[in-house]
């Protein structure tokens, strides 16, 4: 099983959290609204490309904790 390092939760953690908040104040204010099906693809490509850096990304880390050698 992968894992993600202490760095890298706490900052996920912080992005979802502002999210959320972000969310809740639109909400708050009266400004939410459906977004358009049309947009969903758009949305299906970030996602799409955020997962695909961060498996790179965590590739990468993998690779060099793998070649580093013991101390």
Do not use: N, Y
Not at 30 to 43: I, M, Y
Request: charged share 20%.
């Amino acid at each position: 099983m992968h894992t993600i390092d202490g760095g890298m939760h706490q900052l996920l953690r912080f992005g979802m959290l502002r999210a959320r908040c972000c969310a809740f104040a639109v909400a708050l204010l009266g400004g939410w609204e459906p977004v358009a099906l049309t947009k969903f693809g758009a949305w299906a490509l970030l996602t799409s490309v955020t997962f695909v850096l961060a498996e790179r990304l965590r590739g990468l880390g993998e690779r060099e904790r793998l070649t580093r050698q013991p101390t």
